[in-house]
């Protein structure tokens, strides 16, 4: 049987490489046929997850609600020390320098990153914006973000941190962050959906001593990674909780 994994689009485009080659690396030590399947936006990849194609998901924290709750996925594993951050930045010669200058009709650039997108505009919440009074402009990199603001086409910009900072030293240089999330408890996990489940313990087992073991702590720094926190569904279940209250 062939069971098929995905990967969050707001990967690091830097990573993706790695992505296949940890693929590979599961394949091997879990003796299983597994396809990695990647997708360029959200909105697809959404589609191919309500139509069930999908037994592995390394999943952003907002999509992990559904795919909990309402697929029956298991969480599996986070990255360590790699919370989900948000950051709202603005062209370096922009005279705004803190949220609460911000004004109504504020023009901002952002992807379809929806937990990002949450934390952000919470953030904007002191200027008393919204979505009702400000413009969105999507686009489909962070880096086409950056270029709205270089350009002026924006007046703030939406970050997923991990991204901004990987931006080249000449594109940040033309940024200056305005403000940026701390909560430090949202992460993306790896869970394995109902037909994968067998393997859920054997997983986590893998994964807890990937770092130990040579082969795979190089694919861990392919993908930017140190080591995996093993999770549990309480855990999960907390970040889901705290994910509604924050978009509500």
């Known amino acids: 049987m062939i069971y098929n994994f995905t990967v969050s689009p707001d990967f690091n485009p830097n ?14 030590n879990l003796g299983e046929q597994i396809h990695l399947g990647l997708y360029d936006d959200f909105d697809s990849q959404r589609r191919a997850i309500a139509e069930d194609k999908f037994d592995l998901i390394y999943a952003n924290p907002y999509d992990a609600t559904s795919l909990v ?18 950051i709202i930045a603005v062209a370096a010669e922009s005279p705004i320098t803190k949220v609460e200058e911000l004004k109504p009709g504020l023009r901002i650039s952002s992807t ?3 937990d990002v997108n949450m934390m952000c505009m ?37 970050f997923l941190e991990d991204t901004y ?29 109902p037909k994968f489940a067998h393997k859920h313990r054997e997983l986590q087992q893998l994964l807890g001593s990937m770092a130990a073991n040579p082969s795979g702590a190089g694919v861990l720094k392919s993908l930017g990674f140190e080591s995996w ?13 705290l994910m509604d209250t924050l978009e509500h």
Not at 172 to 183: A, D, E, K, N, T
């Open 15 to 28: 990573q993706l490489s790695g992505w296949f080659i940890f693929n590979t690396w599961l394949q091997r």
């Open 69 to 86: 709750r309402k697929k029956g996925f298991i969480p599996v594993a986070s990255p360590s020390c790699k919370s989900d951050e948000a």
């Open 112 to 114: 379809d990153d929806p």
């Open 122 to 158: 919470i953030m904007i919440e002191p200027a008393d914006l919204s979505r009702e009074n400000t413009q969105i402009n999507y686009r489909d990199t962070y880096v086409l973000v950056a270029k709205d603001l270089i350009k002026g086409d924006a007046d703030i910009g939406f």
């Open 165 to 193: 900072n990987d931006l080249s030293s000449v594109v940040r240089s033309r940024l200056r962050p305005l403000v940026q999330s701390q909560i430090h408890v949202i992460h993306h996990v790896l869970l394995v959906g």
């Open 229 to 241: 926190n093993l999770v549990e569904r309480e855990e999960t279940e907390f970040m889901i909780d």
